[in-house]
C-alpha cells in the first residue's frame, strides 16, 4: 500500500478512511471517467472506511474475490447495524413474501438448495431455446428503427430489450406484458434505490402487487398444466431433488431476481457495447471477422465499460474481525468495487486498454463464490443477439458524440442518451 498515512484517521480506531473529497460517486468527472479515481483507491485505500457512504469499500481484486467467497461475511440485511425493522406478519404483502424466499434472504444452506434447484432452468440447453425466442423479439424492435438516420440507443433499443427478454423467457403472454415489464419490473426497480424517499419506494412496492398477482397465477395454471414443458418455466416447476421440489414463493421470488439482477445490467451492457466498439473499430472490426470471440468480446465490455459504481450485493459484518488488514465492526456494510478489481493493474495488464482477445480467465465479472451469476448463459447469448443485430442492421453506424448520463443514479454509470448516426 503506498501512503495511507493520510487515509488513516486516528479518530477512526486507526482504520484507513476516506469522504467524498477522494471518492464521490456522483461527480461528473467521476461519471465520465472513473479510471484515476479506481487507481487512487487501489493505490492508497484499497480497503478503506467511506465518512458519508458509512460502509468499507474494497477495491483490489484478490481482495474483492476473497470478499465475494468468504462465509465470515452474510448477506442477510438483518446482519447490518442499520437494518430496517423487520415488518409485522400482518402488513406482508406479496412484495415482502416474495423478498423473504429470495436468494439473498435465505440461510446459506437453504441458497446452496435453492441454486441446485434451480441450475437446471439456467443450462445451456434451455438458454439456447430462450435464444430463439428473444431472437424474435430483437428483430422486431431493430424493424421499427430500419429507416432512421438517428437513433438513440438508450430509449430506442436498450431499455427497451430487457424486460421484454425476462418477459419471454418467462412465458408471459403478449397481453399480459405491460403488467410484467411497467408493473412489476419498473416498481421492483424503483422500491430497491436507496436514493428514493420512503414514500416514493412505498408506492413502488404497492405498485408492484398487481404484477405479483398476475406472476402467481401464471405459475399456478403452468403447474395445473398437464405437460409442464421444458421451458424455463417449465424446468424450475418440475425441478427435483431426492422429492424436494421449490414452492410458487421460491419461484416468485426467483423471477423477481431475475428483473431487479438481469434488467439494468443488461441494459448497461447494450449501452456499453455500442460505445465501446464504436469507439474501438479496429476491435470491432476484428469481432465481426472472427466471432467465435463474441463470448470473450462481451466481458471485455463489461470489463472495459465500468458499467458500475460500487456493488454489486453488499455483505455484513457477523463479528469483529480483521480483513486486508483493516479491522471491521460487528453490523458494518462492506461493498465490493467491481469494476475497480476489473482496472486493477496487478491483475489485468494494461487494464486501460480494449483487448477482445484479453485472456480474461479468473476473471470476477459475475461475481465468484456461491452467489455468483446465475444469469451468466442469459447475458452471453443477449450480448451475442444484440452485437450481431445492431452490426447487421447498421453496418456503417457512427457515434454522433451526443450522450448524456445520469449522475443521479444510485450505483450505474447510467447513460440515459447515446445517440447514433446509421448512415444506412
Ligand atoms: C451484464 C450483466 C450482468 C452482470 C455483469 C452480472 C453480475 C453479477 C454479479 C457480479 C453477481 C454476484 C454478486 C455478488 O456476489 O455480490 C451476480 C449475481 C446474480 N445475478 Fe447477475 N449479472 C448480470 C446479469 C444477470 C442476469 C441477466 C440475470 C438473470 C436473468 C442475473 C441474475 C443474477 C442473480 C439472481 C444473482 C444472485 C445469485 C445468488 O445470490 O446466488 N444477472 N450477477
Given at each position: 500500500?503506498?501512503d495511507?498515512?493520510?487515509?488513516?484517521?486516528?479518530?477512526?480506531?486507526?482504520?484507513?478512511t476516506?469522504?467524498?473529497?477522494v471518492y464521490?460517486?456522483?461527480?461528473?468527472?467521476?461519471?465520465?471517467?472513473p479510471?484515476?479515481?479506481?487507481?487512487?483507491l487501489?493505490?492508497?485505500?484499497?480497503?478503506?472506511w467511506?465518512?458519508?457512504?458509512?460502509?468499507w469499500?474494497?477495491?483490489?481484486?484478490?481482495l474483492a474475490?476473497?470478499?465475494?467467497?468468504?462465509?465470515k461475511?452474510s448477506l442477510?440485511?438483518s446482519?447490518?447495524?442499520?437494518?430496517?425493522?423487520?415488518?409485522p406478519?400482518?402488513?406482508?404483502?406479496d412484495?415482502?413474501?416474495?423478498a423473504e424466499?429470495?436468494?439473498?434472504a435465505?440461510?446459506?444452506?437453504?441458497h446452496?438448495?435453492?441454486?441446485?434447484?434451480?441450475?437446471?432452468?439456467f443450462?445451456?440447453?434451455?438458454?439456447?431455446?430462450?435464444e430463439?425466442?428473444?431472437?424474435?423479439?430483437?428483430r422486431?424492435?431493430?424493424d421499427e428503427?430500419?429507416?432512421?438516420?438517428?437513433?438513440?440507443?438508450?430509449t430506442d433499443?436498450a431499455?427497451?430489450?430487457?424486460m421484454m427478454?425476462i418477459?419471454?423467457?418467462?412465458?408471459?403472454?403478449r397481453?399480459?406484458?405491460?403488467?410484467?415489464?411497467?408493473?412489476?419490473?419498473?416498481?421492483?426497480?424503483r422500491?430497491?434505490?436507496?436514493?428514493?424517499s420512503?414514500e416514493?419506494?412505498?408506492?413502488?412496492?404497492?405498485?408492484?402487487?398487481?404484477?405479483y398477482k398476475?406472476?402467481?397465477?401464471?405459475?399456478?395454471k403452468?403447474?395445473?398444466?398437464?405437460?409442464?414443458?421444458?421451458?424455463?418455466l417449465?424446468?424450475l416447476?418440475?425441478?427435483?431433488?431426492?422429492?424436494?421440489?421449490?414452492n410458487d414463493?421460491?419461484i416468485?421470488?426467483?423471477?423477481?431476481?431475475l428483473?431487479?439482477?438481469?434488467?439494468?445490467?443488461?441494459?448497461?451492457?447494450?449501452?456499453?457495447a455500442?460505445?465501446?466498439?464504436?469507439?474501438?473499430?479496429?476491435q470491432?472490426k476484428?469481432?465481426?471477422?472472427?466471432?467465435e470471440?463474441?463470448?470473450?468480446?462481451?466481458?471485455e465490455?463489461?470489463?472495459?465499460?465500468?458499467?458500475?459504481?460500487v456493488?454489486?450485493?453488499?455483505?455484513?459484518?457477523?463479528?469483529d474481525?480483521e480483513?486486508?488488514?483493516?479491522?471491521?465492526?460487528?453490523?458494518e456494510?462492506?461493498?465490493?468495487a467491481?469494476s475497480?478489481?476489473?482496472?486493477d493493474?496487478?491483475?489485468?495488464?494494461n487494464p486501460e486498454?480494449?483487448?477482445?482477445t484479453r485472456?480474461?480467465d479468473?476473471?470476477?465479472?459475475?461475481g465468484?463464490?456461491?452467489?455468483?451469476?446465475?444469469g451468466?448463459n442469459l447475458v452471453?447469448?443477449q450480448?451475442?443477439?444484440?452485437?450481431?443485430?445492431?452490426?447487421?442492421?447498421?453496418?456503417?453506424?457512427?457515434l454522433t458524440?451526443?450522450?448524456e448520463?445520469?449522475?443521479?443514479?444510485?450505483n450505474?454509470r447510467?447513460?440515459k442518451?447515446?445517440?447514433?448516426?446509421?448512415?444506412?
Amino acid at each position: 500500500m503506498a501512503d495511507t498515512a493520510t487515509a488513516i484517521d486516528p479518530k477512526a480506531d486507526g482504520r484507513c478512511t476516506l469522504g467524498f473529497d477522494v471518492y464521490n460517486p456522483f461527480l461528473p468527472d467521476f461519471i465520465h471517467n472513473p479510471r484515476p479515481t479506481w487507481n487512487r483507491l487501489l493505490e492508497e485505500y484499497p480497503i478503506a472506511w467511506h465518512r458519508e457512504m458509512g460502509l468499507w469499500l474494497v477495491c483490489p481484486h484478490d481482495l474483492a474475490f476473497e470478499t465475494l467467497r468468504t462465509p465470515k461475511l452474510s448477506l442477510l440485511i438483518s446482519d447490518w447495524e442499520n437494518a430496517p425493522p423487520p415488518v409485522p406478519e400482518d402488513q406482508k404483502t406479496d412484495f415482502h413474501r416474495a423478498a423473504e424466499h429470495s436468494l439473498l434472504a435465505v440461510s446459506p444452506a437453504q441458497h446452496v438448495r435453492q441454486r441446485k434447484l434451480t441450475q437446471p432452468a439456467f443450462s445451456r440447453a434451455v438458454m439456447d431455446k430462450i435464444e430463439l425466442k428473444i431472437r424474435d423479439l430483437f428483430r422486431e424492435v431493430f424493424d421499427e428503427l430500419a429507416d432512421r438516420e438517428e437513433i438513440d440507443v438508450v430509449t430506442d433499443v436498450a431499455e427497451r430489450l430487457p424486460m421484454m427478454s425476462i418477459a419471454r423467457m418467462v412465458g408471459v403472454p403478449r397481453a399480459e406484458e405491460a403488467l410484467f415489464n411497467e408493473g412489476l419490473g419498473y416498481n421492483l426497480v424503483r422500491s430497491t434505490d436507496p436514493l428514493r424517499s420512503e414514500e416514493d419506494r412505498e408506492a413502488a412496492r404497492q405498485g408492484t402487487l398487481p404484477g405479483y398477482k398476475f406472476l402467481r397465477e401464471h405459475i399456478a395454471k403452468r403447474r395445473a398444466a398437464k405437460d409442464v414443458g421444458d421451458d424455463f418455466l417449465g424446468m424450475l416447476i418440475k425441478a427435483e431433488i431426492d422429492g424436494d421440489k421449490l414452492n410458487d414463493w421460491e419461484i416468485t421470488a426467483l423471477i423477481t431476481a431475475l428483473i431487479t439482477a438481469g434488467a439494468d445490467t443488461v441494459l448497461d451492457l447494450y449501452m456499453g457495447a455500442v460505445k465501446t466498439l464504436l469507439e474501438h473499430p479496429d476491435q470491432y472490426k476484428l469481432l465481426l471477422e472472427r466471432p467465435e470471440l463474441m463470448e470473450n468480446a462481451v466481458l471485455e465490455i463489461l470489463r472495459y465499460y465500468i458499467p458500475g459504481k460500487v456493488g454489486p450485493i453488499p455483505r455484513f459484518v457477523i463479528e469483529d474481525m480483521e480483513w486486508g488488514g483493516q479491522p471491521l465492526k460487528k453490523g458494518e456494510l462492506v461493498m465490493v468495487a467491481l469494476s475497480a478489481a476489473w482496472s486493477d493493474p496487478k491483475r489485468w495488464k494494461n487494464p486501460e486498454v480494449f483487448d477482445i482477445t484479453r485472456n480474461q480467465d479468473g476473471n470476477i465479472i459475475f461475481g465468484a463464490g456461491a452467489h455468483f451469476c446465475i444469469g451468466l448463459n442469459l447475458v452471453k447469448a443477449q450480448g451475442k443477439l444484440f452485437i450481431e443485430e445492431f452490426a447487421r442492421r447498421f453496418p456503417k453506424a457512427e457515434l454522433t458524440g451526443e450522450l448524456e448520463y445520469d449522475y443521479a443514479h444510485f450505483n450505474a454509470r447510467r447513460l440515459k442518451k447515446l445517440m447514433v448516426r446509421t448512415n444506412i
